[in-house]
């Protein structure tokens, strides 16, 4: 019984980029059977469920699987939660992310399903490339604007590796001696893939695009007058003024959460690799000449 490995997995949002990452891990792994859902499926026949839900999904589309997955006896979940962790006391005043990252961990509890919190920091391809308002480049335009001095170093994960972390994941027995899916069962589970800074970042861009500093605009901005300006977008309705506010304050010196990887992470124990940085940010820089659009 302690050897027993979740065998069947419906993802959630499969056709999206860290869906499509994940179900290409767990495929390639050969050893479970993938079923990606659509509203016309449902997920009785699977023992884990994965959400990677649109940005657009109907804000109670969550907790509504979740609960359907309880009542079909889907022993895991993991929830439309990726990001940063959350201590046990909760986010942080005025940490609006977490706070929907901490509900919706929340949901999950349906009496039945246990539930697994993938931390993995910012999606590195998905921040670098959305543009100025997420890590503040726009690679088309050569421009980047650095909060404070651009050094704060975060944690951060590409969609690769989130994928490989799933899929070894899943190949622990459910339970017995370490390492096992009860170790992370209604938890965290905190992997990453780079600690980096903004400089980082545009040294990595220099050594993939062959510019220099004297190619690009460079500007500098107070991270705390960053939050506060777009404090003030969000409560006129922009929609920028959240995601401004949300990445800022994972660049605040005083958040411990932010560069988590510091302190340790599963990447050992999974078996995680060690990536190459200008490998992501070239995956990236193709990702933007392509014209890719999140929101297109």
């Given at each position: 019984?302690?050897?027993?490995?979740?065998?069947?997995?419906?993802?959630?949002?499969?056709?999206?980029?860290?869906?499509?990452?994940?179900?290409?891990?767990?495929?390639?792994?050969?050893?479970?059977?993938v079923?990606?859902?659509?509203?016309?499926?449902?997920?009785?026949?699977?023992?884990?469920?994965?959400?990677?839900?649109s940005?657009?999904?109907?804000q109670?589309?969550?907790?509504?699987?979740?609960?359907?997955?309880?009542?079909?006896?889907?022993?895991?979940?993991?929830?439309?939660?990726?990001?940063?962790?959350?201590?046990?006391?909760g986010?942080?005043?005025?940490?609006?992310?977490?706070?929907?990252?901490?509900?919706?961990?929340?949901?999950?509890?349906?009496?039945?399903?246990s539930?697994?919190?993938?931390?993995?920091?910012?999606?590195?391809?998905w921040?670098?490339?959305?543009?100025?308002?997420?890590?503040?480049f726009?690679?088309?335009?050569?421009?980047?604007?650095?909060?404070?001095?651009?050094?704060?170093?975060?944690?951060?994960?590409?969609?690769?590796?989130?994928?490989?972390?799933?899929?070894?994941?899943?190949?622990?027995?459910?339970?017995?001696?370490?390492?096992?899916?009860?170790?992370?069962?209604?938890?965290?589970?905190?992997i990453?893939?780079?600690?980096?800074?903004?400089?980082?970042?545009?040294?990595?861009?220099?050594?993939?695009?062959?510019?220099?500093?004297?190619?690009?605009?460079i500007?500098?901005?107070?991270?705390?007058?960053?939050?506060?300006?777009?404090?003030?977008e969000?409560?006129?309705?922009?929609?920028?003024?959240f995601?401004?506010?949300?990445?800022?304050?994972?660049?605040?010196?005083?958040?411990?959460?932010?560069?988590?990887?510091?302190?340790?992470?599963?990447?050992?124990?999974?078996?995680?690799?060690?990536?190459?940085?200008?490998?992501?940010?070239?995956?990236?820089?193709?990702?933007?000449?392509?014209?890719?659009?999140?929101?297109?």
């Amino acid at each position: 019984m302690s050897a027993q490995t979740i065998q069947k997995v419906a993802i959630v949002g499969a056709t999206g980029r860290i869906g499509g990452a994940f179900a290409k891990a767990l495929v390639e792994g050969g050893k479970h059977t993938v079923t990606a859902l659509t509203r016309e499926n449902g997920a009785e026949s699977s023992l884990g469920v994965f959400m990677l839900l649109s940005v657009r999904a109907p804000q109670d589309l969550h907790k509504r699987i979740a609960d359907a997955a309880g009542k079909a006896g889907v022993s895991l979940i993991m929830p439309n939660a990726y990001g940063y962790p959350i201590s046990a006391g909760g986010p942080q005043e005025g940490d609006a992310y977490g706070k929907v990252a901490f509900d919706r961990v929340n949901e999950t509890k349906n009496g039945i399903s246990s539930s697994i919190k993938l931390s993995c920091g910012f999606w590195y391809e998905w921040s670098l490339a959305t543009g100025e308002q997420w890590f503040g480049f726009t690679i088309k335009d050569r421009k980047v604007t650095f909060f404070d001095d651009g050094k704060r170093t975060i944690t951060v994960s590409t969609w690769d590796q989130c994928g490989r972390a799933l899929a070894a994941l899943l190949s622990l027995p459910e339970s017995g001696s370490s390492p096992s899916l009860a170790d992370y069962k209604n938890g965290n589970c905190s992997i990453y893939s780079f600690r980096v800074s903004q400089r980082d970042i545009l040294d990595s861009l220099h050594r993939v695009l062959g510019t220099t500093d004297s190619d690009w605009e460079i500007k500098y901005e107070a991270v705390e007058k960053r939050i506060k300006d777009a404090a003030e977008e969000s409560s006129q309705g922009q929609i920028t003024g959240f995601v401004k506010k949300m990445y800022g304050k994972v660049f605040l010196d005083s958040n411990e959460m932010s560069d988590f990887a510091a302190k340790g992470s599963e990447n050992i124990s999974l078996g995680l690799p060690k990536e190459d940085l200008d490998e992501a940010t070239k995956r990236t820089v193709e990702m933007v000449e392509n014209g890719w659009n999140p929101f297109g």
